[in-house]
């Protein structure tokens, strides 16, 4: 009786080591899948000259320029905004947090579209008019993929301000640091790792972003073709071959995206 | 000097109520007290990181009730010690330091001196996350010490560390309380730390009070029951004569039972037996007679798990303490006689 179950418990485990095991082999092959598949539609030469051509570097260069500007935006805020998120005590600190997590679940598409809607309002339109241009602009891609990322860059550095233990910053103030001082020398080289990793994942989703970037900045050729733009763009004109050259490079920067995201996590403070 | 007066402090769910307290200059005093009675709350509130509701606290005579922490010159060294993890040991040491106006050479030499007394001269250049417990704590005093504080507050200091650690490193906080003479309050729930260490004691029980005093008030005069619970309900014996036995023991007549005890070089006038150190039995028990006496079960009452036993003794009635279960499978009941043994290494001499 008590082998019997003991065997059952056994075969129990297999199963569910099994179905586990499985779900994931069978993630990695659907995403290995459609990535290799990229390369059996198309040859290494075009791949390769598509690849090099003037308006993929043109896409690279604008996405990379855009997306870094966000994120350097996104994170100047980003850093006093989520400190103050995950520090400060306030009435309504819930509704500020729902508001702050909206542009993370609401569509990009929707995102943009509400953009367009605000530069159509007297407010919008004297912004436009004396200050700078956004609607079908350069400075619309990079407030499009603000909108979208700064909330998720603050969600990221929240988090991390949360995970730092109070008794460092209190030891600070002890040691003669002001709330100031102790945020600069305490707080922030705690935080150095999380913040880096924020910025990454930033960068990578602004690198990425497509929807609010379409319908506030358009998609002209080559002002506003971002890298999933020209994605869009290729498609739209049956060149299989471009989009999938700008397809593997997006992969290919997300991908070190990711690798430095790692290398980060890796790092840590040995306490 | 160190003035608490009224200080109400709400955290939560928890209240800190009406804290009165003086701590004295130069003085080592520890608070005690069980996990969550709001020891490190009273430290946090002299350290000024925690808003205080209402009350005042003075610092040699200076209104500091709404001072920021870092205008106080109190140091504290938290439980885990907070080292900073980015910096080396000298570095952190160094913390406290920056922007201060004082030369180079005097910081060098202050650093060196508290290094060498603390012992860690030889981990200045390691990585913190690369020291064991009791360095750690070393270099958090350092770095705690290295400002010239006119405060030392110490939460649980000694709780992390293994036993043979503790032991060593309380010894040691001994020795630099002597030689800096700094105002220690040190948190604890340590009953043998506070014994060891403290010029007085405050007994903290659900965020109140309820007893300062010396070793002696507290042992010899707990407030009430929860005090008296806290410590362990000693039994506190008057001792009528003393003989030196040789071979480091000497006998102490209490009440007219000769308790045989070891010699301390000190007069014993009183002496603290906890009722965990009494051994009870129905049956006289093989083994030495050493400190074995007969008494008679006089009361019992339930204690948690445990069962509290009066029982009279020659003139005196002691409290025991036993399982529930090991009493009722002796079973020992009240008129009944049973044979005592005092643990020698639990007697305390008060």
């Known amino acids: 009786m008590h082998t019997s179950r003991v065997y059952k418990g056994i075969r129990g485990e297999g199963v569910f080591r099994a179905a586990t095991v499985g779900a994931l082999a069978l993630l990695c092959l659907f995403f290995t ?19 090099f051509s003037r308006e993929i570097f043109l896409a690279i260069r604008l996405s990379v320029v855009t997306a870094t500007v966000a994120t350097v935006i996104s994170v100047l805020i980003g850093i006093p905004a989520a400190y103050a998120i995950s520090h400060a005590e306030f009435r309504g600190k819930s509704v500020v947090d729902t508001i702050l997590d909206l542009p993370i679940v609401v569509s990009p598409v929707a995102l943009g579209a509400a953009l367009l809607v605000f530069f159509n309002n007297p407010v919008g339109m004297g912004i436009e008019k004396y200050f700078m241009r956004f609607v079908f602009e350069v400075p619309g891609i990079v407030l499009a993929q603000f909108t979208v990322v700064s909330a998720l860059s603050v969600r990221l550095m929240k988090t991390t301000f949360d995970s730092i233990d109070p008794r460092f910053e209190q030891v600070g ?86 690798l430095v995201l790692r290398k980060i996590g890796k790092r840590g403070f040995p306490v | 000097m160190i003035e608490i007066r009224d200080v109400q402090v709400r955290l939560g769910k928890f209240t800190l109520r009406d804290i009165n307290l003086k701590i004295r ?34 610092i040699n005579g200076e209104d500091a009730t709404n001072m920021p922490p870092e205008r106080r010159r109190i140091a504290y060294v938290p439980q885990d010690y907070a080292l900073f993890p980015f910096l080396n040991v000298l570095e952190n040491i160094r913390f406290g330091l920056k922007g201060k106006k004082q030369a180079d050479a005097d910081v060098d030499r202050r650093i060196d001196h508290l290094a060498h007394l603390l012992g860690i001269s030889h981990l200045l250049e390691r990585h913190v996350g690369n020291l064991s417990g009791g360095e750690k704590q070393r270099v958090a005093l350092a770095r705690a010490l290295v400002t010239s504080p006119r405060i030392l507050l110490l939460d649980e200091p000694l709780s992390n560390l293994d036993i043979s650690t503790a032991k060593y490193l309380r010894l040691e906080l001994e020795r630099f309380h002597q030689e800096l003479g700094i105002t220690t309050v040190h948190v604890t729930h340590n009953l043998m730390e506070a014994e060891e260490l403290a010029d007085r004691i405050a007994i903290i029980s659900a965020g109140k009070l309820e007893q300062v005093g010396t070793r002696e008030d507290i042992f010899l005069s707990p407030c009430n029951e929860t005090v008296s619970n806290f410590i362990g309900a000693p039994n506190i014996l008057s001792c009528e004569k003393c003989s030196d036995l040789g071979h480091g023991l000497i006998e102490a007549v209490c009440g007219g039972v000769p308790i045989i005890l070891p010699n301390e070089g000190r007069e014993v006038r009183k002496i603290a037996l906890f009722p965990r150190d009494i051994y009870v039995s129905a049956i006289n028990p093989p083994g030495p007679s050493l400190n074995r006496f007969r008494g008679l079960v006089m009361k019992i009452e339930p204690f948690s798990s445990l069962a509290r036993l009066k029982v009279k003794v020659g003139d005196n009635v002691l409290l025991a303490e036993m399982p529930k279960s090991a009493m009722e499978e002796m079973a020992i009941d009240v008129g009944r006689e049973v044979y005592l043994i005092f643990k020698i290494r639990g007697i305390r001499i008060v």
């Open chain 1, 173 to 258: 103030r002890t040691l003669g640091c002001s709330k100031v001082s102790v945020f600069f020398r305490v707080t922030l080289p705690l935080a150095r790792n999380g913040l880096i990793a924020s910025c990454i994942l930033t960068w990578a989703r602004a690198v990425g972003e497509f929807g609010a970037t379409i319908t506030l900045a358009g998609a002209m050729k080559p002002k506003t073709e971002t890298l999933p733009v020209a994605i869009f763009l290729s498609l739209s004109t049956a060149d299989i071959e471009k989009a999938i050259a700008v397809i593997i490079t997006l992969v290919a920067i997300s991908a070190a995206a990711l």
């Open chain 2, 25 to 58: 200059e130069g003085e080592y005093f520890v608070i005690l007290g069980p996990t969550g009675a709001g020891k490190t709350v009273i430290l946090e509130a002299i350290a000024g990181l925690c808003r205080i509701r209402r009350g005042k606290i003075q």
């Open chain 1, 33 to 51: 899948g459609i990535l290799a598949s990229l390369f059996t539609y198309t040859d290494w030469g075009t791949l390769v000259s598509t690849l």
